[in-house]
């Protein structure tokens, strides 16, 4: 099992920046991906960036050039710098880790962080 604890969210205004960080522990593959996905009221959980464990990197059109996303392989934690933050940033943030077992994927969700872009 794999546990994932989320933390750095809050209110803050328009223009404004945050930084989320996730902490992994349990039973950790070295080679995996870790991620953070949103989900805002009435809209379906999407991605927002992810990085794998060599350092290769995906952001969400929406989000690029904004957010920057890095890991620490030895704390197993993975960060979220997001700037210029905007109303449409307002979710609820999920650190999300994946690797494969065999044949098999595996995937972990935190329990979720919230983030308010208001003023």
């Known amino acids: 099992q794999v546990q994932l604890v989320e933390s750095g969210g809050g209110l803050v205004q328009p223009g404004g920046s945050l930084r989320l960080s996730c902490a992994a522990s349990?039973?950790?593959?070295?080679?995996?991906?870790m991620g953070w996905y949103r989900q805002a009221p009435g809209n379906q959980r999407e991605l927002v960036a992810t990085?794998?464990?060599?350092?290769?990197?995906d952001f969400a059109d929406s989000v690029k050039g904004r957010f920057t996303i890095s890991r620490d392989n030895a704390k197993n934690t993975v960060y979220l710098q997001m700037n210029s933050l905007t109303p449409e940033d307002t979710a609820v943030y999920y650190c999300?880790?994946?690797?494969?077992?065999?044949?098999?994927?595996?995937?972990?969700w935190g329990q979720g962080t919230q983030v308010t872009v208001s003023s």
């Open positions: 999300n880790m994946a690797f494969w077992v065999g044949t098999l994927r595996r995937q972990y």
């Open positions: 349990g039973s950790i593959f070295s080679s995996n991906t």
């Open positions: 990085i794998t464990s060599s350092g290769s990197t």
